[in-house]
C-alpha cells in the first residue's frame, strides 16, 4: 500500500482497515479496527477489536484502548506530565531519562475531535468525551464530560448503555 508506514513488528488483527498517511510501529490493533489517515501509533500501545481511530490522532506509547472505543479526529494523547527536551546535565533527553506513565480507554467509550488526553488518566467504559475537550483526570463508568478542564456534565442514562445491535439506539448524541 502506497504511503503508509507499518513497520514489521506491528500486530494487526484480521480484517482491520488502514488509510494512507498513518505510522505505526510496535504496536498492535485487533480485528475489525479502522484506522483513519494521518494517523500515528507508537510502540507499545494497544488498540482493541472494532474500534474507529479517526484521521490525524497521535496515540502515543503506553495508551491501551480497549474494545469498541471511537476516537474522534485530532485526538492527542500524552504519556508524561512533565515533558524536558533536556535533561539536567543539559544534554537531549532519551528514553533512559523518563518513565512512560500509561492511559487505559475502557470499553465502548467515545472521545470527540480535537480532545487532548492527559497521561495517568483512565477514561470509564462507554464515556463520552465532547469535543475539544481537555481530560485531566479519571472518569468514571458512562460519565459525559466537556471542557477545559473536562467536568462531568451528565451521566448515562441506564436504558443508554445498550447497544444499537443488542438494545434500543442511545440518544446521546456526540458532534465531532
Not at 475537550?133 to 451521566?155: E, H, M, Q, Y
Amino acid at each position: 500500500m502506497n504511503y503508509v508506514c507499518v513497520s514489521d513488528d506491528v500486530q494487526l488483527g484480521k480484517n482491520v482497515k488502514l488509510s494512507k498517511f498513518i505510522n505505526l510501529y510496535g504496536c498492535s490493533i485487533g480485528e475489525n479496527t479502522k484506522i483513519g489517515a494521518f494517523v500515528e501509533i507508537q510502540k507499545n500501545a494497544k488498540i482493541g477489536k472494532n474500534c474507529k481511530i479517526s484521521s490525524h490522532t497521535f496515540i502515543c506509547e503506553g495508551v491501551t484502548i480497549e474494545d469498541n472505543v471511537f476516537i474522534g479526529h485530532d485526538v492527542t494523547f500524552i504519556n508524561d506530565t512533565y515533558p524536558r527536551a533536556a535533561n539536567p546535565e543539559g544534554t537531549l533527553q532519551t528514553e533512559k531519562d523518563w518513565k512512560v506513565e500509561p492511559t487505559v480507554v475502557k470499553n465502548g467509550a467515545s472521545i470527540g475531535s480535537g480532545a487532548t488526553i492527559l497521561a495517568n488518566i483512565i477514561i470509564g467504559e462507554k464515556a463520552i468525551i465532547g469535543a475539544g475537550s481537555v481530560v485531566t483526570k479519571d472518569l468514571p463508568v458512562g460519565a459525559i464530560v466537556a471542557g477545559n478542564p473536562a467536568k462531568i456534565i451528565r451521566k448515562i442514562r441506564e436504558e443508554e448503555h445498550e447497544s444499537p445491535v443488542s438494545g434500543p439506539q442511545s440518544t446521546v448524541r456526540i458532534h465531532t
